[in-house]
């Protein structure tokens, strides 16, 4: 059982933090607020796809990863470099230029993901002639995809291809390997992953489809990338030759590089998670048809296009193209990988209702009542000042009781002049008959200035703050 089911590799650092809501604009599942001037992540929203930090202007959401430190906590390390790694470099022509770097960095050996790639290819193929009659299949490489299913299309858990992901591949054959070859013990061998993206931390802290991890660190693309820019420039006639995958296994790297090694016709190949979130509510509402296999990535453009890469996805595409245009199809195959004694998952991904508003159906129902009311009460602008990403969502969260209808500046605003009609006729009422107690009239007056502050917060124009006026 794992300690934290919601667990997240992108947080906030609040120090950074402006406030501006850019991030709670491009959040996909709707994880972020904005309250007291400081962004706030949803954990149990969160599908650690990244995107806020690439649209966070002020650089306030970071990725948590490991630093390659790491490989010193261990008597025998294991690096697992993502096949997103080699695209990443100018004029590369052999990959063993980079794996041998990597050995000079101080990795006591390498296992490639891409050779793991196309035993997961493999397996996919197999499976899917065995159950034909119950596709189409969607990708679970991705583990921001698997999450995101996870909570908003349960409908959609079933379609999910129960294979592991090419890294828990690699990182069990990596250990099995580096057991028999050195008599260590499992806890003394370190398997250190090099990502291009932050899901993949929270995966090998609790992952989807399987109990545990093979996977003990993840250190980031970003920060090994100028490390072994000084360790490549040996003579290639000179390298110890340790690649073994080819196009295949390489091109997962690339959107539609997974289904390049499937062999089938009718599939779907989306990027970018604006892209997946149409694309799974059209599988979800049954618009698509005739599909065998569905392929998304979270990142635009497979993952070349991760948070934690340094090259611009698409021209890191073009370099794994012709790293891949002379590479034979595939190298490995499931027979003369005996290490590998289960490619399957070993346990169901289990639908997390984090979105549903109340514990039952009825409570959900009349609290969904009150959420459309609510909404109708707001002006329908979707403008974020509230610290929510649209009106709907400040309506959900008022109703969980995490919000307030003030929170709306046009609601505060107009409660603000509705109160000062009432005192206006109060004053008047009683200057003719009983007059108000002076505390009475502080108060009022104490709880007008407190809403205009609050207006001000908002960064509101002064003159839209005066009550009664337009």
Same mark, same amino acid.
């Given at each position: 059982?794992?300690?934290?089911?919601?667990?997240?590799?992108?947080?906030?650092?609040?120090?950074?933090?402006?406030?501006?809501?850019?991030?709670?604009?491009?959040?996909?599942?709707?994880?972020?607020?904005?309250?007291?001037?400081?962004?706030?992540?949803?954990?149990?929203?969160?599908?650690?796809?990244?995107?806020?930090?690439?649209?966070?202007?002020?650089?306030?959401?970071?990725?948590?990863?490991?630093?390659?430190?790491?490989?010193?906590?261990?008597?025998?390390?294991?690096?697992?470099?993502?096949?997103?790694?080699?695209?990443?470099?100018?004029?590369?022509?052999?990959?063993?230029?980079?794996?041998?770097?990597?050995?000079?960095?101080?990795?006591?050996?390498?296992?490639?993901?891409?050779?793991?790639?196309?035993?997961?290819?493999?397996?996919?193929?197999?499976?899917?002639?065995?159950?034909?009659?119950?596709?189409?299949?969607?990708?679970?490489?991705?583990?921001?995809?698997?999450?995101?299913?996870?909570?908003?299309?349960?409908?959609?858990?079933?379609?999910?291809?129960?294979?592991?992901?090419?890294?828990?591949?690699?990182?069990?054959?990596?250990?099995?390997?580096?057991?028999?070859?050195?008599?260590?013990?499992?806890?003394?061998?370190?398997?250190?992953?090099?990502?291009?993206?932050? +899901? #993949?931390?929270?995966? /090998?802290?609790? *992952?989807?489809?399987?109990?545990?991890?093979?996977? !003990? %660190? $993840?250190?980031?693309?970003?920060?090994?990338?100028?490390?072994?820019?000084?360790?490549?420039?040996?003579?290639?006639?000179?390298?110890?030759?340790?690649?073994?995958?080819?196009?295949?296994?390489?091109?997962?790297?690339?959107?539609?590089?997974?289904?390049?090694?499937?062999?089938?016709?009718?599939?779907?190949?989306?990027?970018?998670?604006?892209?997946?979130?149409?694309?799974?509510?059209?599988?979800?509402?049954?618009?698509?048809?005739?599909?065998?296999?569905?392929?998304?990535?979270?990142?635009?453009?497979?993952?070349?296009?991760?948070?934690?890469?340094?090259?611009?996805?698409?021209?890191?595409?073009?370099?794994?193209?012709?790293?891949?245009?002379?590479?034979?199809? +595939? #190298?490995?195959?499931? /027979?003369?990988? *005996?290490?590998?004694?289960?490619?399957?998952?070993? !346990? %169901? $991904?289990?639908?997390?209702?984090?979105?549903?508003?109340?514990?039952?159906?009825?409570?959900?129902?009349?609290?969904?009542?009150?959420?459309?009311?609510?909404?109708?009460?707001?002006?329908?602008?979707?403008?974020?000042?509230?610290?929510?990403?649209?009106?709907?969502?400040?309506?959900?969260?008022?109703?969980?009781?995490?919000?307030?209808?003030?929170?709306?500046?046009?609601?505060?605003?107009?409660?603000?002049?509705?109160?000062?009609?009432?005192?206006?006729?109060?004053?008047?009422?009683?200057?003719?008959?009983?007059?108000?107690?002076?505390?009475?009239?502080?108060?009022?007056?104490?709880?007008?200035?407190?809403?205009?502050?609050?207006?001000?917060?908002?960064?509101?124009?002064?003159?839209?703050?005066?009550?009664?006026?337009?």
């Amino acid at each position: 059982m794992h300690t934290n089911k919601f667990m997240r590799s992108v947080r906030l650092r609040e120090s950074a933090c402006q406030g501006c809501i850019n991030c709670i604009k491009y959040c996909p599942t709707q994880a972020i607020r904005v309250h007291n001037g400081k962004a706030h992540i949803i954990d149990k929203f969160c599908i650690d796809c990244g995107r806020c930090i690439r649209y966070c202007p002020h650089h306030a959401k970071v990725p948590v990863y490991d630093p390659l430190s790491v490989i010193n906590n261990f008597k025998y390390t294991v690096a697992l470099p993502a096949p997103s790694l080699y695209a990443q470099y100018n004029n590369l022509t052999n990959v063993d230029i980079v794996l041998n770097a990597l050995l000079k960095l101080g990795f006591d050996d390498v296992y490639e993901v891409s050779a793991a790639a196309e035993l997961v290819s493999e397996a996919s193929r197999e499976y899917i002639r065995e159950h034909e009659k119950e596709a189409p299949f969607i990708s679970s490489a991705c583990p921001s995809v698997i999450r995101l299913i996870r909570v908003k299309f349960p409908s959609l858990i079933s379609r999910l291809l129960p294979i592991k992901a090419p890294v828990e591949v690699a990182a069990e054959i990596a250990r099995a390997r580096a057991m028999e070859k050195t008599g260590l013990a499992p806890e003394e061998i370190g398997i250190i992953f090099i990502s291009p993206c932050p +899901s #993949k931390v929270s995966y /090998a802290k609790a *992952p989807l489809g399987i109990e545990k991890s093979n996977i !003990d %660190n $993840v250190v980031a693309i970003k920060d090994v990338y100028p490390l072994l820019l000084p360790h490549m420039k040996q003579d290639e006639s000179q390298l110890t030759p340790l690649s073994n995958s080819g196009r295949i296994g390489i091109g997962w790297s690339n959107a539609g590089g997974e289904v390049g090694g499937l062999l089938v016709d009718s599939y779907l190949a989306a990027d970018g998670i604006v892209n997946i979130l149409r694309v799974l509510e059209e599988l979800e509402d049954e618009k698509l048809h005739g599909l065998t296999f569905v392929e998304l990535s979270a990142c635009n453009g497979g993952c070349v296009g991760g948070t934690l890469t340094v090259e611009n996805a698409y021209i890191a595409a073009t370099k794994t193209k012709r790293l891949i245009k002379y590479q034979p199809v +595939s #190298k490995n195959h499931l /027979a003369d990988n *005996p290490e590998l004694q289960n490619i399957y998952w070993a !346990d %169901n $991904v289990e639908y997390e209702p984090v979105f549903r508003l109340g514990n039952t159906f009825k409570e959900s129902l009349q609290m969904m009542g009150e959420v459309e009311k609510l909404t109708a009460r707001f002006p329908g602008l979707d403008c974020g000042s509230c610290g929510a990403p649209t009106c709907q969502t400040l309506a959900e969260d008022i109703v969980r009781g995490d919000a307030t209808p003030n929170d709306c500046i046009y609601v505060l605003r107009s409660n603000i002049a509705d109160l000062t009609q009432k005192i206006e006729h109060l004053s008047e009422k009683g200057s003719s008959e009983k007059p108000l107690k002076e505390e009475e009239t502080e108060l009022l007056h104490t709880y007008i200035r407190k809403l205009t502050t609050e207006l001000a917060s908002f960064g509101v124009p002064e003159s839209l703050r005066q009550p009664g006026k337009e």
